[in-house]
């Protein structure tokens, strides 16, 4: 197979004026053939005006969530079953946030090459700018082939916020399919870089704490299992970092 479309899945809320707009535009700017699926909460009226009276380069969709409280984990996973373009196996699916910004042109033909180099076996990441780089796929593309090979959801629910990207970093260390491109910059805006903090932060900070208490040891241990999976499956590799 020959994958040949990157979608790049977002969930936001409340930043419709701030990181968002930099979002989509660093990705239209610099991207060739991509699509945008976002998750956005039925309450946030600002978000979902700016998404449906843009114009738009790329096609884009909304998936709309109502949870009575933030869960990243939930929002990735509502976003790979219900995305339209699921059926479509050779778009690559992924995990990034709308504090991002993609600076490099022709990132998505990069990435790609690099997938399908491997097959599309793998987890995938570019340079964030900030403190992640080559250590933890902050930014995230993988192949509905290769999740599917998992047996387990998308992004794993024991953790709402913080980790998913670690379990997953992890798999592929485990399976020795990791894959970083230091010359694509997907550059990570991070609030942890501001004195002063948005509402988006605030709301899931409990969460970010709550991860952190045995979340690593928990992480390790799925991601074990899950690579033992795909062991079996013969989906290992030798790493390029």
């Keep these: 197979m020959i994958y040949d479309k990157i979608c790049l899945f977002c969930p936001t809320y ?7 707009p930099k979002f989509v535009e660093s990705a239209e700017k610099n991207s060739n053939g991509i699509c945008f699926s976002f998750c956005v909460n039925g309450k946030d009226v600002d978000t979902l005006k700016y998404i449906t009276e843009r114009k738009w380069k790329f096609p884009y969709e909304i998936i709309m969530e109502d949870l009575s409280k933030p869960h990243l984990a939930k929002y990735y996973n509502m976003i790979y079953n219900l995305s339209k373009w699921k059926p479509e196996k050779e778009t690559v699916v992924s995990m990034v946030g709308d504090d991002m910004q993609f600076l490099t042109p022709n990132w998505d033909i990069k990435i790609l090459e690099l997938i399908n180099h491997y097959k599309g076996i793998g987890v995938f990441w570019a340079n964030d ?18 999740v599917e090979a998992t047996e387990h959801d998308f992004m794993c629910e024991l953790f709402a916020a913080e980790m998913i990207d670690y379990l997953w970093h992890k ?11 230091p010359d694509i910059h997907i550059k990570h805006d991070h609030q942890y870089s501001y004195p002063t903090k948005d509402d988006t932060f605030n709301r899931l900070q409990p969460l970010r704490d709550a991860a952190w208490i045995g979340g690593k040891l928990k992480a390790k241990e799925i991601a074990s299992k899950i690579a033992e999976i795909l062991k079996k499956k013969g989906m290992v590799g030798k790493s390029v970092c």
């Excluded at 409340?14 to 968002?20: E, M």
């Excluded at 798999?171 to 491109?181: A, E, I, M, Q, S």
């Design 129 to 146: 700018d900030y403190i992640a780089r080559e250590r933890l796929c902050v930014n995230m593309f993988v192949t509905r082939d290769f």
């Design 171 to 181: 798999v592929g260390k485990y399976t020795r399919t990791l894959h970083f491109d």
């Design 14 to 20: 409340g930043r419709s004026k701030t990181y968002l």
